[in-house]
Protein backbone atom coordinates (compact mmCIF):
# COMPACT_ATOMS: atom_id res chain seq x y z
CA UNK A 1 0.00 0.00 0.00
CA UNK A 2 1.14 3.49 -1.07
CA UNK A 3 -0.12 6.48 0.68
CA UNK A 4 0.56 9.49 -1.73
CA UNK A 5 0.72 13.51 -0.42
CA UNK A 6 0.25 16.47 -2.59
CA UNK A 7 1.19 20.22 -1.35
CA UNK A 8 2.37 23.69 -2.94
CA UNK A 9 -1.08 24.41 -4.18
CA UNK A 10 -2.23 27.64 -4.41
CA UNK A 11 -3.61 31.09 -5.97
CA UNK A 12 -1.57 32.90 -8.04
CA UNK A 13 -1.80 34.79 -11.12
CA UNK A 14 -1.38 34.31 -14.78
CA UNK A 15 2.84 34.08 -15.82
CA UNK A 16 3.63 32.52 -11.92
CA UNK A 17 5.29 30.06 -11.19
CA UNK A 18 4.62 26.92 -8.81
CA UNK A 19 5.66 23.88 -8.13
CA UNK A 20 3.84 20.90 -6.59
CA UNK A 21 4.96 18.24 -4.64
CA UNK A 22 4.14 14.75 -3.76
CA UNK A 23 5.06 12.82 -1.01
CA UNK A 24 4.96 8.94 -0.98
CA UNK A 25 4.75 6.26 1.67
CA UNK A 26 6.70 3.23 1.25
CA UNK A 27 10.05 1.31 0.79
CA UNK A 28 9.60 0.21 -3.19
CA UNK A 29 8.59 4.33 -4.13
CA UNK A 30 11.74 3.79 -6.45
CA UNK A 31 10.27 1.18 -8.62
CA UNK A 32 6.88 2.91 -9.13
CA UNK A 33 5.79 5.12 -12.37
CA UNK A 34 4.79 8.56 -10.90
CA UNK A 35 2.02 10.78 -12.80
CA UNK A 36 0.26 13.91 -12.37
CA UNK A 37 -3.44 14.79 -13.41
CA UNK A 38 -5.76 17.64 -13.01
CA UNK A 39 -9.34 18.07 -13.53
CA UNK A 40 -10.93 21.38 -13.57
CA UNK A 41 -14.45 21.93 -12.87
CA UNK A 42 -17.13 20.30 -14.86
CA UNK A 43 -14.16 18.29 -16.27
CA UNK A 44 -12.82 14.91 -16.57
CA UNK A 45 -9.89 14.00 -15.19
CA UNK A 46 -6.80 14.70 -18.02
CA UNK A 47 -2.88 13.62 -17.79
CA UNK A 48 -0.40 16.47 -17.15
CA UNK A 49 3.05 15.03 -16.89
CA UNK A 50 4.70 11.22 -15.82
CA UNK A 51 8.02 9.95 -15.35
CA UNK A 52 9.38 6.46 -15.25
CA UNK A 53 10.69 4.45 -12.25
CA UNK A 54 14.05 5.53 -13.48
CA UNK A 55 13.48 8.96 -13.91
CA UNK A 56 14.81 8.64 -16.88
CA UNK A 57 11.79 9.76 -19.30
CA UNK A 58 9.27 12.02 -18.82
CA UNK A 59 6.25 12.67 -20.70
CA UNK A 60 3.97 15.75 -20.86
CA UNK A 61 0.51 16.81 -22.18
CA UNK A 62 0.49 18.96 -25.23
CA UNK A 63 -0.82 22.02 -23.34
CA UNK A 64 1.69 21.97 -20.73
CA UNK A 65 5.01 20.68 -22.59
CA UNK A 66 7.98 23.36 -22.08
CA UNK A 67 6.40 24.82 -19.50
CA UNK A 68 6.34 22.00 -16.68
CA UNK A 69 8.43 19.91 -15.82
CA UNK A 70 8.35 16.73 -13.53
CA UNK A 71 11.01 15.37 -11.99
CA UNK A 72 11.69 12.64 -9.01
CA UNK A 73 14.14 12.06 -5.86
CA UNK A 74 13.75 8.52 -4.58
CA UNK A 75 15.92 8.47 -1.67
CA UNK A 76 13.12 11.48 -0.43
CA UNK A 77 10.37 9.35 -1.92
CA UNK A 78 8.70 12.63 -3.69
CA UNK A 79 8.26 13.80 -6.91
CA UNK A 80 7.52 17.64 -8.18
CA UNK A 81 5.87 19.33 -10.54
CA UNK A 82 7.54 22.97 -11.63
CA UNK A 83 4.48 24.69 -13.12
CA UNK A 84 5.70 27.87 -14.81
CA UNK A 85 4.14 30.27 -16.82
CA UNK A 86 0.91 29.46 -15.28
CA UNK A 87 -2.54 30.32 -17.69
CA UNK A 88 -5.86 30.72 -16.34
CA UNK A 89 -6.42 27.21 -18.28
CA UNK A 90 -4.11 25.48 -15.63
CA UNK A 91 -6.28 26.13 -13.10
CA UNK A 92 -7.71 22.72 -11.04
CA UNK A 93 -7.07 20.05 -8.59
CA UNK A 94 -3.93 18.47 -9.30
CA UNK A 95 -3.67 14.64 -8.52
CA UNK A 96 -0.62 12.61 -7.99
CA UNK A 97 -0.39 9.36 -9.02
CA UNK A 98 1.60 5.79 -8.43
CA UNK A 99 1.81 2.84 -10.90
CA UNK A 100 2.88 -0.53 -9.42
CA UNK A 101 4.51 -1.05 -12.47
CA UNK A 102 7.99 -0.44 -14.31
CA UNK A 103 6.82 1.51 -17.74
CA UNK A 104 9.04 1.87 -20.19
CA UNK A 105 6.58 4.44 -21.33
CA UNK A 106 4.95 6.27 -19.25
CA UNK A 107 1.33 5.35 -19.26
CA UNK A 108 -1.09 8.65 -19.91
CA UNK A 109 -4.09 6.59 -19.02
CA UNK A 110 -5.41 6.96 -15.36
CA UNK A 111 -6.82 3.42 -14.93
CA UNK A 112 -3.45 2.19 -14.91
CA UNK A 113 -2.34 4.08 -11.99
CA UNK A 114 -3.01 2.22 -8.29
CA UNK A 115 -2.45 5.10 -5.58
CA UNK A 116 -3.73 8.74 -5.70
CA UNK A 117 -3.34 11.34 -3.10
CA UNK A 118 -6.43 13.68 -2.19
CA UNK A 119 -5.84 16.78 -4.30
CA UNK A 120 -4.00 20.36 -4.50
CA UNK A 121 -6.20 23.11 -5.99
CA UNK A 122 -4.02 25.51 -8.34
CA UNK A 123 -5.95 28.67 -8.91
CA UNK A 124 -4.66 30.73 -11.52
CA UNK A 125 -6.27 34.42 -12.20
CA UNK A 126 -6.19 36.32 -14.87
Known amino acids: QVQLVESGGGLVQAGDSLRLSCAASGRTFSSYTMGWFRQASGKEREFVAG????????RYADSVKGRFTMSRDNAKNTVYLQMNSLKPEDTAVYYC???????????????????WGQGTQVTVSS
Open 97 to 115: AAAARKFLVVSTNEKQYDY
Open 51 to 58: ITWTGGST
